[in-house]
């Protein structure tokens, strides 16, 4: 009898040819693991029939909705992190939890190997080896993409199709979509050309923003710690949440980003991300820190959001590097309570008002209007200090500039 194997399983393209190709390279038996992170019930729908049809001995199928929105999401929305200048790192935000719980699922099969079907050009094959280095450094890890001599799509198609494995991917058109709760991500076929605009069709989460209601909608989120907990002053749980803003933000077309990044193997690729609910969410926690947290704080937090970033984007989530960076950016989020309305039309999304128990902003102290708190006339001792290193150099150079004169004469 074969070793056992643990695939992460999605049922696309790759998992599909990934399933007998281990049983002819390495004689394995293969258990499927499936995690739902919110994918939808389409993609999910027969799964476990397809891998058993594939030549699986089973498909485990794990609802991870929660954990991901509540455990993932959040702690990343919280730390402001945003790769590339725009993108909302939802695909790298669900590997660690998947791989993590593809983990569990070899551990109590008894299983002797782990595989997963990422390329040996992207970022998710260290997502995911890098979990299975932290929590089971003892297993096996098979990387097909990196052994077997299929070199592109093309190969694939055409051996899931002698093996009568029914795919959705055609030659004509090979995207590579990944969907979760946060976000949906679209790669390959025009998509490789950045010079050529992603085509309307392959969009679906978002509508066309052109297409938008002509009517904007104004959604209102509460925040209690930094974290998001209802809508139109509705409490909801993180997965209910997120789905209703991502409907209501779709509709206005909001949340498309198109992306020209750096993979952290080191070349430039190019993605097609919609994160609706999430571009919401990042926006109106912005606005509700620039209000409740202090200059030196919010610069603190800018530059968090990056190192955050990076970590996410680079697989390093089950390290001591991120459960520091999570304890800072805690520490940070405790006055990070209140309201933000936003406006959302048609691609965009523009800040309505905002409101905290926390707020620092005070009118007593901004107003143009006449005042009691503030004397004005400090400003002078203020300034005076402010710049009195300004004026030591000016002062100096002024010397030189006389000497050098005098020596002239």
Known sequence: MGPLVVLAYSGGLDTSAIVPWLGERYGARVLCFAADVGQGAGELHGLVEKAKRSGAVDCVVEDLREEFARDFVFPALKAGAVYARTYLLGTALARPLTAARQVAAARAAGAQALAHGCTGKGNDQVRFELTYAALAPDLQVIAPWREWSFRGREDLIAYVHQQGIPIQVTLEQPYSTDRNLWHCSHEGGILEDPSQEAPEDIFVMTGDPTAAPDAPAVVQIGFEAGVPVSVDTVPMGPVELLETLNEIAGEHGVGRADVVEDRLVGMKSRGVYETPGGTVLHAAHRELEQLVLDRRTLRLKDELALQYADLVYDGRWWTPEREALDALVDATQQTVTGT????????????????????????????????????????????????????IAAGLEAARQSEVGAAAD
């Open 340 to 391: 933000v309305r936003l406006k959302l039309y048609k691609g965009s999304v523009t800040v309505a008002g905002r409101e905290s128990p926390y707020a620092l902003y005070q009118p007593s102290f901004a107003t143009f209007g006449k005042d009691n708190v503030y004397n004005q006339q400090d400003a002078e001792g203020f300034i005076r200090l402010y710049g009195l290193s300004i004026r």
